[in-house]
């Protein structure tokens, strides 16, 4: 809905004249409705309007409260409705407020324990005069972006890097402890960038300034709502009901509501189950769902994606891939300093935005989330061993293993629980399982660049959030604090905004995700199926083609001809993460060679499963250093 900058000194009377100016024009553009500058002594803000809804429209930013509070807004409230019956206002006053108007005076109320009541997609910054005291907070998932930078007189902060690097003349450093966990493909830090000077606010976290010190506050975690005896019944309903809530709230705008729709299970669920919502008259407008399509490739959705079609009477857009220009990804890193958007985002997503752009449409809702959040996991078998829940434990095991002796497949599923609670490579593999730590050894960074960047102790990562119990929640909550969403996430949401398009994720729902982390495992997947509480939701509501697929396609093959086409352009001895000793280009090249001879052979068969991502992460950076750094 916009993008926020500012800047607060500790002691100096004002802010220097043409500072703010020069932040501002420093920004990516995304906001398509004005920029406003505020000043007030030593501190300044900057908000870039984008609106994105009915409220937006006439709001003016910062919002300033009886207190003298000044507060800016970057993304939306889910829970608009429940905050002002906590204030007591009646619909009237509801009507006309903006959603940062009623973050404010919640904080007005509650202090800064009013972050815990509020739901949605969320970046916010409050400058309080008398205290000379700033706070940055952001909501747990983390989508709109919050980085700032502290020099021990001045705290400036903004949606992104570039603002503050250019806006305030930064040296270009560089953190190498960031870059190697990107280049080794366990990227884990929760609050530094890939610039030495420049922190991002946690994904569910604050940082608060005050009498010169600054505090960093992890306000999110638990407890969670335990599901466990619940039934799966039970289960289907509450996602249901849950379900249509950020269904309403994501849908909530001021013009179309258009739905990217792949024809896989997630797409397809906001897409026909958001239509339904507009049929019985819950939302005010129905998603217009917007598709691509490959012809000929191997991750063609075209025949689920028509079943969706002709299930709901619709006609989808249809757009194609956006090929992937080297000259366009060096254009983007060098104006947005974001690493060059993947090929996969260019295949799925690129097209819709500029169809949406070339017709003003400035909503897209996504299926993003559903296999986070729903896909279903073993991760609580330990859980269920430690609880003595062993009948629990067994029956879904059972499942797993329908062909074996009763037996045999008790003994199996025991010895699977069991192995976390001994081994340490296991226990960290379900705790944190989007690390993948059993994949073979990261061979390809060079040594003496993983011992100076400490890069073993830094794949530890952060202690436990409070509250978060077991192994399952502790899995789950991997998502919540997902530390890649910065690395791909961001660009792809920046240059959909920068296209004039807001990004919403459902499935991503403050409400519904805190259920996710409670439900019970036993109930979310089976040997057959994942997703199973989603499926049952959904019975009725999707083709069945749909409901019951449990393919899943597989953006590979341009990301392939991407890599192609950059090891075209620039010998790998020339790479600069190889130039630099980080990495082994020998080997980087020895990773992709079978991706390259499956593609060449037709993209049939069997996909290759060494290694591939570190590959993309070389080629990109390579082209980062020399357009956003300059080196």
């Given at each position: ?33 004005g ?21 937006a ?23 608009r ?19 940062g ?31 000379r ?49 990107l ?31 600054i ?36 849908s ?46 191997p ?98 095991g ?57 890069l ?7 202690s ?133 001879a ?34």
């Amino acid at each position: 809905m916009s993008a926020i900058a500012g800047v607060i000194f500790r002691q100096a009377e004002r802010v220097p004249r043409g500072l703010l100016d020069a932040m501002a024009a420093a920004a990516l553009p995304r906001g398509s409705d004005g920029t406003t500058l505020w000043e007030d002594g030593p501190a300044g803000l900057i908000r870039f309007a984008h609106h994105t809804t009915v409220e937006a429209q006439a709001e003016r930013q910062p919002f300033i409260g009886p207190s003298g509070a000044v507060l800016l807004f970057d993304g939306r409230l889910d829970n608009r409705e429940e905050i002002a019956a906590l204030l007591g206002w009646g619909n009237g006053i509801l009507a006309a407020a903006a959603d940062g108007a009623l973050a404010l005076a919640w904080f007005e109320r509650r202090g800064r324990d009013f972050i815990h009541d509020l739901a949605g997609d969320f970046a916010i910054a409050i400058h309080e005069p008398g205290r000379r005291r700033l706070s940055l907070l952001r909501s747990p998932l983390g989508w709109r972006p919050l980085v700032w930078t502290w020099n021990g007189e001045r705290l400036a902060f903004a949606t992104d890097a570039r603002t503050l690097i250019v806006g305030l003349g930064m040296d270009r450093r560089l953190n190498e402890g960031a870059l190697a966990e990107l280049l080794s493909g366990r990227f884990v830090t929760q609050t530094e960038t890939f610039w030495a000077a420049i922190e991002r606010v946690e994904q569910g976290g604050a940082v608060i300034l005050e009498d010169g010190r600054i505090e960093r506050w992890r306000w999110h975690g638990g407890p969670f709502e335990d599901w466990t005896d619940r039934s799966f019944d039970d289960h289907v309903a509450q996602f249901s009901e849950l379900f249509d809530q950020a269904l309403i709230a994501t849908s909530r705008s001021n013009g179309p509501v258009s739905a990217q729709l792949s024809g896989g299970l997630d797409s397809s669920t906001v897409v026909c189950r958001g239509t339904e919502l507009f049929r019985a008259g819950r939302v005010a407008r129905a998603p217009q769902a917007i598709s691509a399509r490959f012809p000929g490739e191997p991750h063609d959705e075209t025949l689920w994606s028509r079943a969706v079609e002709d299930h709901l009477g619709i006609e989808a857009e249809v757009t194609g891939s956006v090929p992937f220009s080297v000259d366009e990804a060096e254009r983007w890193a060098a104006e947005s300093f974001y690493l060059p958007l993947r090929p996969n985002v260019l295949d799925t997503f690129a097209g819709a935005i500029h169809r949406l752009e070339a017709t003003g449409r400035r909503v897209l809702l996504t299926g993003e989330g559903g296999d986070d959040w729903l896909n279903g996991s073993l991760a609580h078998w330990p859980d269920l061993l430690l609880r003595g829940r062993w009948g629990d434990l067994v029956r879904h095991g059972r499942s797993f293993w329908p062909d074996n002796p009763a037996a045999l497949s008790a003994a199996k599923t025991l010895v699977s629980a069991a192995r976390p609670l001994i081994l340490p490579r296991y226990r960290q593999a379900v705790r944190h399982p989007a690390l993948d730590w059993r994949n073979p050894a990261t061979d390809w960074i060079r040594p003496e660049w993983s011992a100076r960047t400490d890069l073993r102790d830094r794949w530890r990562g952060p202690s436990p959030r409070p509250g978060v119990r077991g192994f399952a929640q502790q899995s789950r909550y991997t998502v919540y604090s997902h530390a890649m969403r910065s690395i791909v996430a961001e660009g792809a949401c920046a240059y959909a905004e920068s296209k004039g398009v807001e990004i919403r994720h459902p499935f991503h729902d403050a409400r519904l995700t805190r259920f996710c982390m409670g439900a019970a495992g036993n109930h979310l997947r089976d040997k057959t199926y994942r997703k199973r509480i989603l499926r049952a939701a959904t019975h009725g509501t999707l083709p069945e083609i749909v409901r019951t697929r449990t393919t899943k396609a597989m953006f590979v093959g341009h990301s392939v001809d991407a890599i192609d086409a950059l090891f075209r352009r620039r010998a790998t001895k020339d790479l600069l993460p190889v130039q630099f000793g980080w990495v082994d280009g020998a080997r980087i090249e020895e990773l992709h060679a079978p991706f390259a001879a499956w593609r060449r052979n037709g993209s049939t068969g069997a996909l290759p499963t060494q290694p591939w991502g570190p590959v993309w992460s070389v080629l990109a950076l390579d082209i980062w250093l020399r357009q956003a750094v300059g080196l």
